[in-house]
């Protein structure tokens, strides 16, 4: 008699231990499957502006910007120190810093950084007097922010976010166009 109940104490355990993992992985798989999160590049103004003719050309000019990360995922992302780049065809054209953040579930940050463009790289590209004349730089900028994403303090899992922007300035109305696509690698 004793062995029969433990028979049906096990069984009912299982069935419930079953009933439970298939609750997780349900809710892992539609609710708590990780969305890509959207990032915004703000510019607020120029910063910075050197002029050197001597030894050699340089002209260096710093653009200030607010990058907005908003996380629409169930746990938080903690991401590292990170440079995003930008690129005129295929050089790369400036750098931007972006300092170590935590970006709250479901929440989003404003990050103060500024964009150091190395304009003598973009005067001497073969491409460049073309692109002035037809009255539009095309740019393209990539980041990878890596990092950790946290569920509910318990999980903890590496993941790294990519974001890839193509950003389009017309010259003689100033208008910027974006277009970016954001990747979330875990």
């Known amino acids: 008699m004793a062995n029969r109940g433990l028979k049906i104490c096990l069984a009912v355990s299982l069935l419930f231990l079953v009933i439970v993992t298939i609750m997780i992985v349900t ?31 340089t002209i ?50 404003n990050v103060n950084t500024s964009a150091d463009f190395m304009v003598e790289k973009l005067i001497n590209d073969p491409n460049f007097l073309s692109d002035v004349l037809g009255g539009t730089l095309n740019f393209t900028s990539t980041t990878a922010l890596p990092g950790k994403a946290r569920m509910f303090n318990i999980i903890k ?14 010259i003689s109305s100033r208008k910027v166009d974006t277009n970016c696509n954001y990747k979330i690698k875990l």
Not at 27 to 45: A, Q, R, S, Y
Not at 75 to 92: L, P
Not at 157 to 170: E, G, M, P, Q, R
């Open 27 to 57: 809710l892992f798989m539609t609710i708590f499957k990780p969305k890509n999160p959207e990032i915004t590049v703000h510019p607020v103004g120029l910063e910075d502006f050197q002029f050197s003719l001597s030894p050699n050309l």
């Open 60 to 109: 260096n000019v710093t653009l200030g910007m607010i990058i907005t990360i908003r996380n629409p995922n169930y746990g938080s992302f903690e991401y590292k120190n990170s440079t995003g780049y930008v690129n005129f065809h295929d050089t790369v054209v400036a750098e931007v810093p972006i300092e170590a953040e935590l970006v709250p579930a479901r929440g989003q940050i």
């Open 157 to 170: 899992l590496k993941a790294t976010s990519y974001s890839s922007c193509d950003i389009s300035v017309n």
